[in-house]
C-alpha cells in the first residue's frame, strides 16, 4: 500500500473522530469505533465518495479493520488521538483489547488545515453528517444497526463483507428507494433516513 493511501487512510479516521467529538459522541470505545467506520465506508457511495477500507470479515465481535486499528495506533503516537481506558481482556471469544478514543487538540488543528483541501472538505462534511445520524443511537445499540446493514446481515459468520463496487453498493440502492416519489433525493438525507431505518429494525 502507498504511504498516500496509509494518509489518506489516518485522514478519514481522524475526520470520522471529529464528527463524533462535533456530535457529542465521546470518547468512542474501541469496538464502537469499528461499526462507526463500517458505517461510514458502507455508506459514502451515498454521497458519491470512495472510502478508504472497502471489505472486512463478518467478526463475533462485530466489523473489525487491522489497518484502521493501527492507524489509530499511530494517530494516539502522534498525539492527534487521545487514548485512555486501555486493556487487553479475556472472554467467552477469546482475547481481546479495549480502549476509550477522543480526538485531541492536535487533531482538531489538522482537520482545520486539511479542510483547505476540497475533496478532503467533503469527506469531513459527509462524516460529520454521519455522525450527526449516529448521534440519537445508544453506544450499546451500535452493533445492532451494524447487524441489520444489507451488506452485513447477507453473508455468514466468518465471510467476507465486500462492498467496495459503487454501482453495486447495496445500501446506496436502499437509500434511494426510501424517498418517497415526490421527494428530490438528497444524499445527506439519505444517510439519516439508512440510519434511522437501521435503528428502528434493530427494535423489534
Same mark, same amino acid.
Not at 486499528?69 to 494517530?75: A, E, F, N, P
Not at 488545515?113 to 467533503?122: F, Q
Not at 459503487?166 to 439508512?194: C, Q, W
Given at each position: ?29 474501541? =469496538?464502537? $469505533?469499528?461499526? #462507526?467506520?463500517? /458505517? *461510514? ?12 477500507? !472497502? ?56 482537520? =482545520?488545515? $486539511?479542510?483547505? #483541501?476540497?475533496? /478532503? *472538505? ?12 449516529? !448521534? ?69
Amino acid at each position: 500500500m502507498s504511504k498516500n493511501n496509509f494518509l489518506a487512510s489516518r485522514a478519514w479516521l481522524l475526520m470520522l473522530l471529529e464528527g463524533a467529538e462535533r456530535n457529542g459522541i465521546t470518547p468512542v470505545n474501541m =469496538e464502537q $469505533l469499528h461499526r #462507526y467506520i463500517y /458505517l *461510514a465506508n458502507v455508506l459514502s457511495p451515498v454521497c458519491m465518495l470512495t472510502m478508504p477500507e !472497502s471489505y472486512t470479515l463478518k467478526h463475533m465481535r462485530g466489523p473489525y479493520f487491522p489497518r484502521a486499528q493501527w492507524d489509530i495506533g499511530r494517530l494516539t503516537t502522534q498525539g492527534f488521538v487521545d487514548s485512555t481506558n486501555f486493556k487487553p481482556f479475556s472472554d467467552e471469544d477469546g482475547f481481546w483489547l479495549s480502549a476509550d478514543y477522543r480526538i485531541a487538540d492536535n487533531g482538531i488543528s489538522l482537520i =482545520e488545515k $486539511l479542510n483547505a #483541501y476540497d475533496h /478532503l *472538505a467533503k469527506q469531513a462534511n459527509y462524516l460529520r453528517e454521519f455522525m450527526s445520524a449516529c !448521534s440519537d443511537i445508544a453506544a450499546e445499540k451500535i452493533n445492532l444497526v451494524t447487524q441489520n446493514d444489507f451488506h452485513y446481515s447477507s453473508v455468514p459468520e466468518g465471510a467476507g463483507v465486500n462492498f467496495s463496487e459503487t454501482d453495486g453498493n447495496l445500501s446506496r440502492k436502499a437509500v434511494i428507494l426510501m424517498f418517497p416519489e415526490d421527494r428530490v433525493y438528497s444524499p445527506t438525507e439519505g444517510v439519516h433516513r439508512y440510519i434511522d431505518y437501521l435503528a428502528e429494525v434493530s427494535n423489534h
